[in-house]
């Protein structure tokens, strides 16, 4: 059994064949998926298909290329939504200092903000974190995020950083990416984390792992990425889809 600890399957790449998606994950040997609703006008998408599938639950949150969106009604929205017990976590939030969507300033406070949020609902935070490492940190720790805990998504950072989020509670979840004929250094830093703090993850429809790169991703893809980590760590397929599940299921309070 297999988790994809993060998709968007709301997200219109999936408009067409939604259910055909779900069964081949399915068959894959996908057992929950978790779907990110990155912006107000997603969050009753990802929330009904959460609703219609046993195997789908739903995290909820403003996307930091979207922070620069909120108005006063978007936290009572989310704060409302969160109630509903198929939604496991807040997120995803963070910073994207790749993109710059929205201004760094508003993605700091935002962050800052929604990490408050998190702790108030008692749910654990999805961080999305690009090109802002050190300061990713620096919002963790002030935040006390360690009081919720959660998953650094598509991580990218180093062992270091790596390190200092486990440390802090937090689970280091590995994308597609690990596939990459040019990821030997990614490779190399996975290799390092403990099999007890990973997670596996598609980011569907994005991130396609070989041998599909180039092609819309899905959740079933997810058993591609944890193969290459048994591989990376070597260490049976079985063992990672057991100890990544296990871990997917604690991070996200769900009893197996
Ligand atoms: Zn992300
Ligand atoms: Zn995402």
């Given at each position: 059994?297999?988790?994809?600890?993060?998709?968007?399957?709301?997200?219109?790449?999936?408009?067409?064949?939604?259910?055909?998606?779900?069964?081949?994950?399915?068959?894959?040997?996908?057992?929950?998926?978790f779907t990110v609703g990155?912006?107000?006008?997603?969050?009753?998408?990802?929330?009904?298909?959460?609703?219609?599938?046993?195997?789908?639950?739903a995290i909820l949150g403003?996307?930091?290329?979207?922070?620069?969106?909120?108005?006063?009604?978007?936290?009572?929205?989310?704060?409302?939504?969160?109630?509903?017990?198929?939604v496991k976590a807040l997120g995803e939030?963070?910073?994207?200092?790749?993109?710059?969507?929205?201004?760094?300033?508003?993605?700091?406070?935002?962050?800052?903000?929604?990490?408050?949020?998190?702790?108030?609902?008692?749910?654990?935070?999805v961080?999305?974190?690009?090109?802002?490492?050190?300061?990713?940190?620096?919002?963790?720790?002030?935040?006390?995020?360690?009081?919720?805990?959660?998953?650094?998504?598509?991580?990218?950072?180093?062992?270091?950083?790596?390190?200092?989020?486990?440390?802090?509670?937090?689970?280091?979840?590995?994308?597609?990416?690990?596939?990459?004929?040019?990821?030997?250094?990614?490779?190399?830093?996975?290799?390092?984390?403990?099999?007890?703090?990973?997670?596996?993850?598609?980011?569907?429809?994005?991130?396609?792992?070989?041998?599909?790169?180039?092609?819309?991703?899905?959740?079933?893809?997810?058993?591609?990425?944890?193969?290459?980590?048994?591989?990376?760590?070597?260490?049976?397929?079985?063992?990672?889809?057991?100890?990544?599940?296990?871990?997917?299921?604690?991070?996200?309070?769900?009893?197996?």
């Amino acid at each position: 059994m297999l988790i994809d600890s993060h998709a968007h399957l709301e997200m219109p790449e999936f408009k067409r064949d939604l259910e055909a998606v779900i069964q081949r994950a399915k068959e894959l040997g996908v057992e929950y998926i978790f779907t990110v609703g990155t912006e107000k006008k997603d969050w009753k998408s990802a929330l009904e298909i959460a609703h219609s599938y046993p195997s789908i639950y739903a995290i909820l949150g403003v996307h930091p290329h979207n922070v620069k969106e909120i108005d006063d009604e978007t936290y009572v929205v989310l704060k409302r939504l969160c109630q509903d017990e198929n939604v496991k976590a807040l997120g995803e939030i963070g910073l994207d200092f790749f993109r710059n969507l929205s201004p760094r300033d508003t993605q700091l406070e935002r962050f800052w903000e929604q990490i408050g949020l998190a702790k108030e609902l008692g749910l654990p935070i999805v961080v999305h974190d690009r090109e802002a490492h050190q300061e990713t940190l620096e919002i963790l720790r002030s935040g006390k995020a360690e009081e919720c805990g959660g998953i650094i998504h598509c991580f990218s950072g180093d062992y270091e950083m790596a390190k200092a989020c486990i440390d802090m509670g937090f689970f280091i979840s590995i994308p597609g990416t690990i596939t990459f004929k040019n990821a030997d250094g990614f490779r190399e830093i996975v290799r390092r984390i403990p099999l007890e703090s990973l997670l596996v993850e598609t980011d569907a429809p994005f991130l396609t792992p070989e041998p599909y790169r180039g092609k819309r991703n899905e959740p079933g893809y997810v058993r591609y990425t944890a193969q290459k980590v048994a591989e990376v760590k070597k260490v049976s397929f079985e063992k990672v889809a057991e100890v990544t599940t296990k871990n997917a299921l604690n991070v996200y309070h769900l009893s197996s």
